[in-house]
């Protein structure tokens, strides 16, 4: 597989399939109900993940926590929205009845050689995160990325570029749809260095052959999420994804393996 140069380090590692552990790897049974714990996220880094998958909120005092829902309720023994709440009372829930939430800079520092996909989850968190980046100087640690246009730009605004984002809703379907590479990427601005894409959208399947060709030609990376079954992984690699998000860390990673594709990355 030949992937595309996209000028950022944390993408361009030649001939590698970026394998994301999704949430730590929010599925694999030893540690299912463990979403975005230092538990979950150690797990994957001892299978040998270096990219790791996590959302972020932020605080009403301002820290960046590895969350993905707006409030606890879901996964933790706590309720209340995260935006309403300091640390101090988020620290009282548990995920699982047994994992504190964790802090990004708790995982920054865990995983110093770890590289991190972030989901901006709040309008909140847009000015904390580029802050916290820029503070570590975590520039080719980090992508970026958001369901909300008006987030990710602001992110891309305030990072002035240094930061690879992943395309937003209207561009991918701009690379999907208009007639051509070329005119898709004028359309688009070249503003960002990857589709993180679903395999399918409804009816309609997104990460075609043809739409991976153009996003190649374009010099964008394909990244597709999430995907747990083997076989669909397969067909993704033999299409020429360059990445996979999976809640699934073991299958992937055998997956990956039997090709001749798994590159141990590790993440201390």
Known sequence: ?????????????????????????????????????????????????????????????????????????????????????TLAQVREALVAGREAVPTLAELFDAFPAARFNIDLKSEGAVAALAEFVAARGAWDRVLV??????????????????????????????????????LAAWVTRRRFAAFQVPHHRSRLRIVTPGFVRRAHAAGRHVHVWTIDDADEMRALLDRGVDGIFTDRTDILRDVLTERGQWTTSGGT
């Open 145 to 182: 990325g958001s369901f909300s246009r008006a987030r990710t730009g602001r992110f891309r605004a305030l990072t002035g570029g240094r930061v690879p984002t992943s395309a937003t809703p209207l561009e991918i379907v701009a690379f999907r749809l208009l007639p051509s590479a070329r």
């Open 1 to 85: 597989m030949v992937t595309p140069h996209t000028g950022f380090a944390y993408l361009d590692e030649p001939g590698t399939v970026l394998a994301f552990a999704h949430r730590g790897g929010a599925y694999h049974p030893e540690i299912e109900g463990l979403e975005n714990t230092l538990a979950a996220f150690r797990h994957a880094v001892a299978l040998g993940y270096g990219y790791l998958e996590t959302d972020v909120h932020v605080t009403s005092d301002g820290v960046l926590l590895a969350f993905h829902d707006s409030v606890l309720d879901r996964v933790t023994d706590r309720r209340g929205e995260i935006a309403a709440l």
